[in-house]
């Protein structure tokens, strides 16, 4: 099993800034990537930015450039920088993580933390 707990989130003006961190715990060679997914009041989870073991990073059209996905592999944590924040950012935030079970693929997910950008 892998655990995953979320931090960082908040309450910021449009244009600021937050950075929110995913601690995982537990099985942790399972995990082949991870990422950073959100909800948008009344809206689908919809993916954010992942980051494999590779270090190789993907991002969603409308965070590129404001948003920097990043591991820290000794600490066991993953972090998004979230720059020039705004409204439209205002979601729960997801940390989640990809990993083998043997022949099967497993996904874990964190409690999720409140981002909201005000105008």
């Known amino acids: 099993q892998v655990q995953l707990v979320e931090s960082g989130g908040g309450l910021v003006q449009a244009g600021g800034s937050l950075r929110l961190s995913c601690a995982a715990s537990g099985s942790l060679f399972r995990i082949t990537a991870m990422g950073w997914y959100r909800q948008p009041p009344g809206k689908q989870r919809e993916l954010v930015a992942t980051i494999t073991n590779g270090g190789t990073t993907n991002y969603m059209h409308s965070v590129k450039g404001r948003f920097t996905i990043t591991r820290d592999n000794a600490e066991n944590t993953m972090y998004l920088q979230m720059n020039s924040l705004k409204p439209e950012d205002t979601a729960v935030y997801y940390c989640?993580?990809?990993?083998?079970?043997?022949?099967?693929?497993?996904?874990?997910w964190g409690q999720g933390t409140q981002v909201t950008v005000s105008s």
């Open positions: 989640n993580a990809v990993g083998k079970q043997g022949v099967l693929t497993v996904t874990y």
